[in-house]
């Protein structure tokens, strides 16, 4: 007994010291029997003369079926856990108020209000800008700092991979456009998005949309609070506009105007004059100040007080993000 | 209740300074680390403010706390934000927790990622920041949803701030679950709106009182809360949700490892709290049962957290399967599902926000003597190369252990003593003490190793700069003060709780 505690002490003493155990205490492990030969069953003349335990007939089977057998389980598992789920929530929609009832407890003096004096008190005809811009601002900033958070992460994690020297893309560009036809540099041409400069289709269709994208996105983003749309669509309007142009001229003629540092300061820029304005407006109506930013008459395309601008500022946030979405996967780069 | 201007304002105020600091860090340039500072200034001033409004709310004839509506329209029509003395404390905690682990890690970036890197860095620790400080203070559902998206995606991104393998591997896995916690979380907002038409936590409890009155709507309303309470527990690593933790906290830069645990999980528990005391209240969660379910896994994750991390050799992953354990705690309180217990559990919250990122600081302290090793067997000795965070790693393996004196007891003495008030006892009891056993178990070790002048005895000492020993400092200093006189501070938080529903 006394022995045994002291070899337990001893051990671990040298597992502190990180020695390990020593040469002379150290259990020297029984001699394994040969590995069975890699068939699934094993042949009846070896088990004649050794007779395999029930133990080692599972340890057996366990090496050849188990990854398999706990697959399947849990493919079965995971398969009953989502019917369960799904019976669950088709039983707590039955149970949930009609759809489109009056009777609702949603429809009570909180939309009420939003829909009777939404435009008398946030100054914007179309009530779901009032809501999402005035009413309920503070998570509509929350919101666009979400997308700046995604695009930020995006461009830490994909935006410094390997930079592709300038220089030597520009000359590749030329060669493209000069008929020049090199196989070595065609086969890395998908990845550079080069070739399709050549698409005369691509590109006419470009050059006759383009504008026309560009004008319906800054309609939809500047008349935000008079007709469904905003910041939030507008942007998405815009941004394909230059996903379009990355397309049929190449990502260096987008570069010509928006880099990653154009992105940058654009999307800084326009989220820091949405915190100045609404933090301004948020500080005055908490502290019950009159915040003096004026209504204007319903209807104008200057009215609303902030809406307007707040709708610009979404509007360039979301556009340039999108695009850095797309510029990012597809190119590693902005 | 006569308010002055400053802490009337400070909720808002430290949140939206947190958030524009993080919109324009990106436009500063990235000479003289002027990124990190200014973040740092940024939480620096957080702190003074906090800590101004603690001391105005403490000191107040009637603390009951306040409601601060942000923007020009009154409560339900606009979004509101509540302060009162708990809240106020946690975002004192939260904000010095905050500070301490960037000062204290700040050599410790540059040697791991470049200076583009740090500059993002900084962003996403003023993001997490804002998010944490909007998750103390939200009053309105909603707001809460949009900071846990904030949270969700600034925590993965900093753990593969550094870019190895293993940290993809484990950022890419803490996404997944943390989305299909989001996912759960909003499906149960959805269904509460549906059920209550409100977003304000006041007047949804208000309705949800009286469909349990009626016994309106009970399905929906039980499946809502299991939704709520199961997407925060993934967020916030219970015990079966827990395998994306180790992976996550052990692999990335100590910065990052140190925020995660010590503060981005505190920010959904605080949450989950915050739902079950202000939008259902306790007699509602316990007339679900689901204070129960609670209990039993914060029990479960108290002793199977200790055994995963008895089996760990990387003392990084060690203190990360801690940190799951340590959870458990705080939701064994919260399963208490008294007044009692919630203040105990935020007493721990407290407590673990302030140990964890100290443990993580001088891990990597330790560790960066051993030639960046994290291996138990590589930091044998290390505790004669770097004193302050040798010492800094036994006091946070005595708070964690619970030895009085040090913090990790008040804590625990607090919930053994909420225990005696409930029907549960036996069980808490019983986990307790089993826990602070196996606690001991895996702690002990560690500190002995550090302490052995084992083969390791070639090792160079390294300078450490000024700010690591001061925050180590400044941490220990702070564990034997709530250690030692932990009773105001418990005080303080069961007033604050009595006030909160």
Known sequence: ????????????????????????????????????????????????????????????????????????????????????????????????????????????????????????????????????????????????????????????????????????????????????????????????????????????????????????????????????????????????????????????????????????????????????????????GANHINSGIPIGTIGDIFSAGLILPLNICVGIVVAGTLYGFYALFSEGEI | MNLDFIAYNTPFISIFLMMAAAIITPIIPQEKRLPEKFSCLCIF???????????????????????????????????????????????????????????????????????????????????????????????????????????????CAIVAVKETGGTIRAALRYMVMSLVGSGIILLSICLLYGLTGHLLMQYMRLKISELVKTGMYDLPLLVSVAFMTSGLAVKSALYPFCFWLPDAHGNSINVSSAILSGLVLKGHIFLIIKVFFRVFGLDVISALRMDIVIFILGCAAIIMGSVHALKQSNIKRLIAWSSVAQVGYIFLGLGLNSEIGIAAACLHIVVHSLIKPMLFTSAGGLSNMAGHNKNLHDLAGTFYLNKSAG????????????????????????????????????????????????????????????????????????????????????????????GLAFIPLLNLITKGVSVFG
């Open chain 2, 391 to 482: 010492t800094a790693f036994i006091v946070g393996a005595c708070s964690m252990i619970g030895i009085p004196a040090f913090a990790g007891f008040a804590s625990k003495f607090a919930l053994t003593a909420a225990s005696f008030e409930s029907n549960l006892m036996i069980f808490a009891v019983a986990a307790l003490g089993a826990s602070s056993l196996l606690n001991a178990l895996y702690y002990i070790p560690a500190v002995l190793v550090i302490f052995a002048r084992g083969k390791n005895n070639n090792l160079e000492k390294i300078k450490l700069p000024l700010s690591f020993h001061v925050s180590i400092w400044i941490f220990i200093a702070l564990n034997f003060l709530i």
């Open chain 2, 45 to 155: 001033i957080n702190i003074i403010l906090s800590g101004y409004l603690v001391y105005f709310l403490a000191t107040a004839p009637e603390n009951i706390g306040f409601n601060y509506p942000v923007g020009h329209f009154p409560a339900p029509w606009g979004n509101e934000l509540r302060a009162g003395l708990l809240e106020a404390v946690l975002a004192l905690i939260f904000c010095v927790a905050m500070f301490l682990s960037v000062t204290g890690n700040f050599y410790d970036t540059v040697n791991e990622i470049s200076a583009r890197r740090r500059q993002i860095l900084s962003v996403l620790i003023n993001l997490l920041t804002a998010a944490l400080l909007a998750l103390t203070y939200t009053n309105d559902i909603f707001t809460a949803y949009v900071f846990i998206e904030i949270n969700t995606i600034a925590a």
């Open chain 1, 1 to 284: 007994m006394n022995d045994e505690i002291k070899i337990i002490w001893l051990k671990f003493f040298n597992w502190v010291m990180g020695n390990g155990p020593r040469p002379e205490n150290e259990i020297i492990p029984p001699e394994l029997p040969p590995d069975l030969p890699f068939t699934r069953t094993p042949d009846k003349k070896h088990s004649r003369f050794h007779e395999i335990t029930i133990s080692e007939r599972l340890i057996q089977w366990l090496s050849l079926h188990g990854l398999h057998v706990f697959a399947n389980f849990y493919n079965i598992l995971s398969i009953i856990v989502c019917l369960l789920i799904i019976a669950l929530m088709l039983m707590t929609v039955a149970d949930l108020p009609p759809f489109g009832d009056f009777h609702n407890p949603a429809n009570n003096e909180v939309v009420e209000r939003y829909i009777k004096a939404g435009a008398r008190e946030t100054g914007a005809e179309n009530i779901v800008a009032g809501m999402i811009l005035d009413y309920r601002a503070f998570d509509t900033f929350g919101e666009s700092a979400v997308l700046f958070t995604g695009a930020i992460t995006v461009l830490m994690i994909l935006g410094t991979s390997v930079k592709k020297d300038k220089s030597e893309l520009k000359r590749l560009h030329l060669k493209t456009h000069s008929g020049f036809e090199d196989r070595n540099f065609l086969a890395f041409a998908p990845s550079l998005h080069i070739y399709r400069d050549d698409d005369a289709i691509l590109r006419g269709v470009a050059s006759l949309s383009i504008p026309v994208i560009i004008i319906m996105g800054c309609v939809v983003i500047i008349s935000g609070h008079l007709t469904p749309g905003g910041g939030f669509s507008g942007g998405a309007i815009l941004s394909t506009a230059l996903i379009l142009c990355a397309n049929a001229y190449g990502f260096i003629k987008v570069h010509e105007f928006f880099s990653e540092r154009t992105f940058i300061v654009s999307s800084s820029s326009a989220l820091s004059i949405y915190a100045l304005a609404k933090g301004y407006s948020f500080l005055t």
